[in-house]
């Protein structure tokens, strides 16, 4: 069973950068998708990058893209989000998910974008971006 841990968040100015951290203990998620969500108060979990279990594929939802980084490192099972210029709406609890499908095809990476694709969950980071 994979359980993850994420790491990295924290209270940071609009325009600063913060880099987040999934790691992993127990079973590796090498040939698994592993995609980040947040939630921010009153707001349904929302889809923020995914990287295919590869790492030739990586998508990123509008609102952070060209901000967001998603990138892996297999050799230390962790998975990284590399967040730039956050503006305060970027406020959440970040949270990682490892994709519930063994080496899923690219063909099928449109579902990284929803939740329910996942199966296991880390318990999240507190990301705040004051103004």
């Known amino acids: 069973q994979v359980h993850l841990v994420e790491s990295g968040g924290g209270l940071v100015q609009a325009g600063d950068s913060l880099t987040l951290s999934c790691a992993t203990s127990g079973r590796t998620f090498t040939n698994y998708a592993v995609g980040w969500f947040r939630q921010a108060p009153g707001k349904e979990r929302e889809f923020v990058a995914a990287i295919s279990w590869g790492g030739s594929y990586k998508y990123y939802h509008d609102d952070v893209k060209g901000r967001f980084t998603i990138s892996r490192d297999n050799a230390k099972n962790t998975v990284y989000l590399q967040m730039n210029s956050l503006k305060p709406e970027d406020t959440a609890v970040y949270s990682c998910?490892?994709?519930?499908?063994?080496?899923?095809?690219?063909?099928?990476?449109?579902?990284?974008?929803?939740?329910?694709?996942?199966?296991?969950w880390g318990q999240g980071t507190q990301v705040t971006v004051s103004s």
């Open positions: 998910a490892v994709d519930s499908r063994y080496r899923r095809s690219a063909t099928q990476n449109f579902e990284l974008r929803r939740p329910d694709t996942y199966d296991t």
